[in-house]
C-alpha cells in the first residue's frame, strides 16, 4: 500500500460521506412530500403525469397491492426492452444496421435490465443499436432502480405507521424516486463527464487512418461465406492488412450517468468503464465511482429521517462502511502485491503503478481499480473498470464474497438497505433469543411471520448461487464457457452465479455466458432472487405496518449504538461466511495458494 | 387487474419519453454546444484534416521508431476500437505468462542491450484493449531503442517525453501516465 493508494481511498471515502447528510436529508423530504425545491417547481408537472396515466393519488395500498403494482411495471418494462432488441434492425437510431438480438441474449438482456442486475451478456458496440440503448436499457436503469427506493420507502413507512393497512403509493413512490433524484443527478452527473471526455452523440462510428498499419491473419472464405480448407484440410487464413480503425461511439454519456447512480451497472460499451469514451480520465473515474455508493450510501439517512432517529441510519452506514473499508485494503493489497508468476517490474513508484496489471488501465492504476471492484460489488452496481477476472485469486474473492454477502453493504439503490434492515430484524431476533425477549426493532415487535419471510430473503439467493453453480458444473453446455481452467475456472461459474444470485451484474467475463443455457438459467436466476426478496420485503411490510408502536421498556434493546452495528455486522458476515466459504475455498482461496506455491494448474 | 395495467403502460410510456428520448437528447444538445469536439470522440486530425486518430484511444505500435503501448487483446487486431475486450486470463493461467514471456522477448530482441527489468504495464494487456497510456517506467524502458532507431539524442528525446507526461490529475487522481499516440505523433514532428 503506497502512500499515494493510501490518500486516493480517504478521499474516497470522506467526499462520499460528507454528501450523505445532505443527499440523505434531500431525498428524505421528497418521500415525505415536503418542500426540497424541486418536488415544488414540478409539482404542477407531476400532478398532470398523474392525471394522464390515470394514477389514483390517493390510493393506500395494501403490501399486495403494492407487490403487484411492482411486478406488473417490471414485467412491462421487460417485455418492452425485449421487444426492442428483437426489432432493432427496423427501428431508427442504428447507424452501424446491427441486426435484431437472438431470443436468448435477448431475454437475458431484458431480465437483467428491469432487475436492476445490468449483467452483460451481450457486447454493446457490437450488438445494441443507439435507439435500444436510449429507449430500452437507459429507460430501465432509471425505472428498475426506482422501483428498488420504492420498495425501501415503503418498508420504511411500515416502521412509522400504526394499525395500517396500507404501506403507500407505488406509482407516486416510484415516480417521485425517477424525476426528483435520479433524473436530476443523472443530468448532473452527465454533464460533468461530457467535460471529461465521455462521448456523447448519436452519429454514426468514426472511421480513422491508422499512423502505423496492423496485419492480421483471418480465416479466408469464399462466395457463399463458407470457411476455405487448405490443402492439409485445416481452415486457410489470409492476411490482412489495415490502415484504418473503426471507433465505436453513442450517446454514452447520458447512459453511463443513470448506469452508476442508479447501481444499474449495464455498459454502454463492451468493457464498460474500462474503455477511454466510458471512463476517460482519473476525475471521470471518481466521479463514477463516487456515484455508485452515493445514493445507497445517503438513504441510510434518509431512513433514520423517515423514522424519526438519525441516530438508527448512521449505524446502518456504520456497520457498512467498516466492513467496505475492510475489505478495500485487503483488495488493494493483494493486486498491489502483483503476480509472483510473472517475472517483470512490479514494484511500484513514482514511475509505475506496479502491482498486478493485467486487465487493468494504465490511467487508473492498482489503487483505483481496486477500489471500483469493491464498490461495485458492495453496491449491486457491477460496472468494472478492469476485467475481474485478470485480479489476483485473494483481490477476485473480495468482490466474490461481497456478492454472495447479499448485496447489502450499501447494496443496489432501495433494496441494499431493504436487504440490510432485514438483516437488522435477524440481528434483533438473534439478541432476543440470547435475552429470552420478544425482539423489537424500531418500536415494532418482531414475531414469527416476520422472520419466515426474514428466512426466505437470506436463504433464496445462496441457493440461486450454489444450486446454479453445482447444475452448471456437473452439465456440458456448463463447462465449456470457462476460458481459464482449474481453481479459476470454478471460480468463473461461481462468481457468475454469485453476480445473477444477488442482482449484481458484473461478471469473470473470461466465461462465454452468451450461450443458451447460460442466458435462460442466469435469467431465471435474476428474476427469482429479485422478486422474491421483493416480495416477502413487501410483505414484512405490511405485517408491520399493521402492527402497533410498543414503547421502549427497560428489556428493549437499543439499535443506536455501537454495539448494535457490531452485532449487525457479525450477522451479516457470519450468515455469509458459512454458507460460501466452503465454496470459495474451492476457488479463490485454492488459486491463491497454487499462486504463492508457485504451482501451475 | 385494468387499475394495474392503465397506469402500469401509461406511466411507462410517459417514463420512457422522459428519461429515454428528453434527457439523452438534452444532454446531447449540452454536449454539442460546449464540448462538440470531446462529444465526438475527442479526434486528432492531420495538417490536411484528415482524423488520424482519437486522444483517447490508443492504437498499435510495433516499429522500433515508435514508442509501444499495453498489449491489446482485442480481437481480430489489437486496438480494434469496434469491439473492446481485455484478455480475461487468469493470474495462475499459463497462458498468460506464455503471452507475457513472448512479450518480454520481443522488447528485448528490439533492444539487446537494454537489460533493464520490463516494467509489467508495457506487457500485460489492458481492460480495454483500447489503453491510450503507459507508465513513465515503460516510456524510459523504451527511449534508448526509440532513440537509436531515430538517430536521436537520448537527452533530447527524454525532454520530449517528459513533455508529454501527464500528471496525477488535481494532484491526486489516478497515475502519472503517458499518452502514447500523441508521444509519437509528437515525435514525428520533431524528427520532420
Redesign the interface.
Known amino acids: 500500500m503506497t502512500t499515494q493508494n493510501f490518500l486516493q481511498i480517504v478521499l474516497y471515502l470522506v467526499v462520499l460521506l460528507a454528501l450523505v447528510k445532505p443527499l440523505g436529508t434531500y431525498m428524505a423530504r421528497i418521500y415525505q412530500d415536503e418542500p426540497a425545491g424541486l418536488n415544488r417547481w414540478l409539482a404542477g408537472f407531476e400532478k398532470l403525469l398523474y392525471r394522464w396515466c390515470s394514477v389514483d393519488v390517493k390510493q393506500d395500498m395494501r403490501w399486495t397491492q403494492y407487490a403487484l403494482a411492482v411486478l406488473v411495471f417490471n414485467l412491462l418494462g421487460l417485455l418492452v426492452v425485449y421487444a426492442l432488441q428483437r426489432c432493432q434492425a427496423v427501428l431508427p437510431l442504428n447507424p452501424q444496421n446491427l441486426p435484431a438480438i437472438n431470443p436468448d441474449s435477448a431475454f437475458n438482456t431484458a431480465v437483467s435490465f428491469a432487475t436492476n442486475t445490468n449483467w452483460q451478456g451481450y457486447s454493446g458496440e457490437t450488438t445494441m443499436s443507439y435507439f435500444t440503448q436510449m429507449l430500452g436499457l437507459s429507460v430501465q436503469n432509471f425505472l428498475s432502480a426506482a422501483t428498488g427506493m420504492a420498495v425501501l420507502v415503503a418498508l420504511t413507512r411500515s416502521f412509522i405507521r400504526r394499525n395500517s393497512n396500507g404501506i403507500g403509493n407505488f406509482w407516486v413512490d416510484m415516480t417521485r424516486s425517477t424525476l426528483y433524484i435520479l433524473l436530476p443527478l443523472s443530468l448532473l452527473l452527465a454533464v460533468l463527464l461530457v467535460g471529461q471526455g465521455v462521448v456523447q452523440t448519436t452519429n454514426p462510428y468514426q472511421n480513422v487512418t491508422l499512423i502505423e498499419a496492423v496485419s492480421y491473419d483471418q480465416p479466408k472464405l469464399d462466395a457463399n461465406g463458407q470457411a476455405v480448407m487448405d490443402v492439409t484440410g485445416k481452415p486457410a487464413t489470409e492476411t490482412i492488412e489495415t490502415k484504418q480503425q473503426t471507433l465505436a461511439l453513442g450517446p454514452a454519456a447520458a447512459q453511463i450517468a443513470i448506469k452508476q447512480l442508479g447501481t444499474n451497472g449495464g455498459g454502454f460499451f463492451n468493457v464498460n468503464s474500462a474503455h477511454p469514451f466510458e471512463n476517460p480520465t482519473p476525475l471521470s473515474n471518481f466521479l463514477e465511482m463516487l456515484a455508485i455508493l452515493l445514493i445507497p450510501a445517503s438513504l441510510c439517512y434518509s431512513f433514520g429521517v423517515m423514522v424519526g432517529d438519525t441516530r438508527q441510519g448512521w449505524v446502518i452506514l456504520a456497520a457498512m462502511t467498516l466492513i467496505f473499508t475492510a475489505l478495500v485494503f485487503v483488495a488493494v493489497s493483494a493486486e498491489q502485491s502483483g503476480n509472483p508468476l510473472l517475472k517483470v517490474d512490479q514494484i511500484a513508484s513514482e514511475s509505475q503503478a506496479g502491482g498486478n496489471m493485467e486487465g487493468k488501465e494504465t490511467r487508473f492504476g492498482i489503487v483505483n481499480s481496486a477500489l471500483w471492484a469493491v464498490a461495485t460489488t458492495a453496491a449491486s452496481n457491477g460496472s468494472v473498470n478492469a476485467m475481474h477476472d485478470s485480479f489476483t485469486p485473494i483481490g477476485g474473492l473480495v468482490p466474490m464474497f461481497l456478492m454472495q454477502l447479499g448485496e447489502v453493504i450499501y447494496g443496489g439503490v432501495g433494496s441494499g438497505l431493504y436487504g440490510m434492515i432485514v438483516f437488522a430484524i435477524v440481528a434483533v431476533f438473534l439478541a432476543g433469543l440470547m435475552i429470552g425477549r420478544t425482539p423489537e426493532y424500531l418500536g415494532k415487535k418482531i414475531e414469527a411471520f416476520e422472520m419466515k419471510m426474514a428466512a426466505i430473503i437470506i436463504l433464496v439467493p445462496p441457493l440461486m448461487v450454489l444450486g446454479g453453480t453445482a447444475l452448471a458444473l456437473m452439465l456440458e453446455v456448463g463447462k465449456v464457457g470457462v476460458l481459464n481452467n482449474g481453481a479459476h475456472g470454478f471460480s468463473e461459474v461461481l462468481y457468475a452465479f454469485s453476480s445473477a444470485g444477488n442482482n449484481n451484474g458484473s461478471a469473470f467475463a473470461g466465461l462465454s455466458a452468451n450461450t443458451p443455457f447460460y442466458n435462460f438459467l442466469l435469467g431465471l436466476i435474476m428474476l427469482f432472487s429479485r422478486y422474491w426478496l421483493m416480495i416477502p420485503v413487501l410483505a414484512i411490510a405490511g405485517s408491520l405496518a399493521s402492527k402497533k408502536i410498543v414503547p421502549v421498556g427497560l428489556g428493549t434493546l437499543p439499535t443506536h449504538t455501537p454495539l448494535f452495528a457490531v452485532l449487525l455486522m457479525i450477522t451479516v458476515i457470519m450468515v455469509g461466511a458459512l454458507t460460501f466459504i466452503p465454496a470459495l475455498a474451492l476457488g479463490p482461496i485454492v488459486e491463491h495458494l497454487q499462486m504463492t506455491q508457485q504451482v501451475m494448474p | 387487474m385494468l387499475n394495474?395495467?392503465?397506469?402500469?403502460?401509461?406511466?411507462?410510456l410517459?417514463?420512457?419519453l422522459?428519461?429515454?428520448?428528453i434527457?439523452?437528447l438534452?444532454?446531447?444538445a449540452?454536449?454539442?454546444t460546449?464540448?462538440a469536439d470531446?462529444?465526438?470522440?475527442?479526434?486528432l486530425y492531420d495538417t490536411k484534416g484528415?482524423?488520424?486518430?482519437?486522444?483517447?484511444?490508443?492504437?498499435?505500435?510495433?516499429?522500433a521508431k515508435?514508442f509501444w503501448g499495453?498489449a491489446s487483446a482485442t480481437a481480430?487486431?489489437?486496438?480494434?476500437?469496434?469491439?473492446?475486450?481485455?484478455?480475461?486470463?487468469?493470474?495462475?493461467?499459463?497462458a498468460?505468462?506464455v503471452a507475457?514471456?513472448a512479450r518480454?522477448k520481443t522488447l528485448q530482441a528490439a533492444d539487446p542491450t537494454n537489460k533493464?527489468?520490463?516494467?509489467?504495464?508495457l506487457?500485460?494487456?489492458?481492460?480495454?484493449?483500447?489503453?491510450?497510456?503507459?507508465?513513465?517506467?515503460?516510456a524510459?524502458y523504451q527511449i534508448k531503442r526509440v532513440a537509436k532507431a531515430r538517430n536521436m539524442d537520448e537527452n533530447k528525446l527524454r525532454e520530449l517525453v517528459n513533455a508529454q507526461t501527464e500528471a496525477?490529475?488535481?494532484f491526486?487522481?489516478?497515475?502519472?501516465?503517458i499518452n502514447v499516440?500523441q508521444l509519437?505523433?509528437a515525435l514525428?514532428q520533431a524528427t520532420r
Open positions: 394495474y395495467f392503465k397506469p402500469a403502460v401509461l406511466l411507462l410517459l417514463l420512457t422522459l428519461t429515454g428520448v434527457y439523452p438534452v444532454v446531447t449540452f454536449a454539442h460546449f464540448y470531446k462529444a465526438n470522440g475527442s479526434l484528415q482524423a488520424i486518430g482519437s486522444a483517447l484511444i490508443g492504437q498499435s505500435f510495433t516499429q515508435y499495453r481480430p487486431y489489437p486496438y480494434n476500437a469496434a469491439a473492446s475486450s481485455g484478455s480475461n486470463l487468469g493470474s495462475t493461467n499459463p498468460l505468462m507475457v514471456n518480454v533493464a527489468a520490463v516494467p509489467v504495464d506487457v500485460t494487456a489492458s481492460a480495454s484493449g483500447l489503453d491510450p497510456h503507459i507508465s513513465l517506467a515503460a524510459d496525477r490529475q488535481w491526486v487522481f489516478g497515475e502519472p501516465r499516440l509519437n505523433l514525428d
